[in-house]
């Protein structure tokens, strides 16, 4: 089933420059566009596309605002962020309100065919998963207690997905296998073992050494990430919660002298640390 999407811009010329490159490219189906953010919001929660393309700065009102109106209707609906603004806060607050990425200004082709089928790749994975509780019977508005685990379960998931976002990684391969990883722990009611990514491996019929490369070069990626927020702002919220979570702080201090260019090698990638420290945070949030 195709992915559909909808743009909103205040500015015409925009729409148009993203309308040429989604079909162009054959990226999904659009089945909407406005200047106007009130149309907008009215024909969104209609039509309910997959997909929701907003501009951040918009008259009288700002795409973060038109965002938490959707999804206070519609909370199963994605969205990219498209602004110049590159404000930490500012993105920290749209991954809060469910945006998965940012699409800059001015419009470039590579960027956004890039990172739409980033994202469409998590809404198919979704939709997968969504198809697995309907297989499970999960329909009653009134949930078992059953349910309500696997609500908690859920949220858990959401929270570790919602702190990969934050660490600029959910459009990495390995980011994928890091999710899956966690799902099944976290159904499992599992701890994070030795032998955890050996048995994934093993499920999906791949080479572990392929696996531990893809989930490496992720968590690089995002150890690259918040060394740079730390010599940015040594008191970034980002930096300061999740830096010595998810990684070692000698890791951290050699990746910021690196980046400095202080050393030639910069810190290692540990994934036997990130993925405890997902798993550890998102249990004591629940």
């Not at 740079?228 to 000698?250: P, R």
Request: negative net charge.
């Amino acid at each position: 089933m195709s992915v559909k999407c909808y743009i909103v811009d205040d500015v015409l010329s925009v729409v148009k420059v993203l309308r040429r490159i989604i079909e162009e490219k054959d990226i999904c189906e659009i089945i909407g566009a406005a200047t106007d953010p009130k149309v907008a919001e009215e024909e969104i929660v209609q039509y309910e596309p997959d997909l929701v393309l907003v501009d951040l700065l918009m008259p009288d009102t700002d795409g973060i605002s038109l965002v938490r109106k959707i999804k206070q209707k519609k909370p199963n609906i994605n969205f990219i962020m498209i602004s110049q603004v590159s404000n930490n806060d500012m993105v920290a607050e749209a991954y809060k309100e469910g945006i998965e990425f940012f699409i800059r200004k001015p419009i470039n082709v590579i960027e956004v065919e890039t990172v739409m089928k980033r994202v469409i790749d998590w809404i198919n994975m979704e939709n997968m998963i969504g198809g697995i509780r309907q297989m499970m019977g999960i329909t009653s508005k009134e949930p078992s207690k059953g349910v309500r685990n696997l609500d908690k379960k859920e949220q858990r998931l959401r929270d570790i997905k919602y702190i990969l976002g934050l660490l600029g990684i959910l459009g990495e391969k390995g980011t994928k296998d890091i999710l899956s990883i966690c799902n099944s722990l976290v159904m499992e009611e599992k701890d994070y073992e030795r032998d955890t990514i050996k048995e994934y491996a093993a499920l999906n019929e791949e080479d572990e050494r392929m696996v531990k490369q893809r989930i490496r070069r992720a968590v690089k990626k995002a150890l690259s990430n918040v060394a740079n927020l730390g010599i940015e702002d040594y008191y970034n919220e980002i930096f300061q919660t999740y830096a010595h979570m998810v990684f070692d702080f000698e890791a951290i201090r050699t990746e910021m002298d690196y980046i400095r260019g202080k050393n030639q090698a910069g810190g290692k990638a540990s994934i036997v640390k990130f993925l405890e420290g997902l798993m550890t945070f998102s249990e004591i949030k629940e």
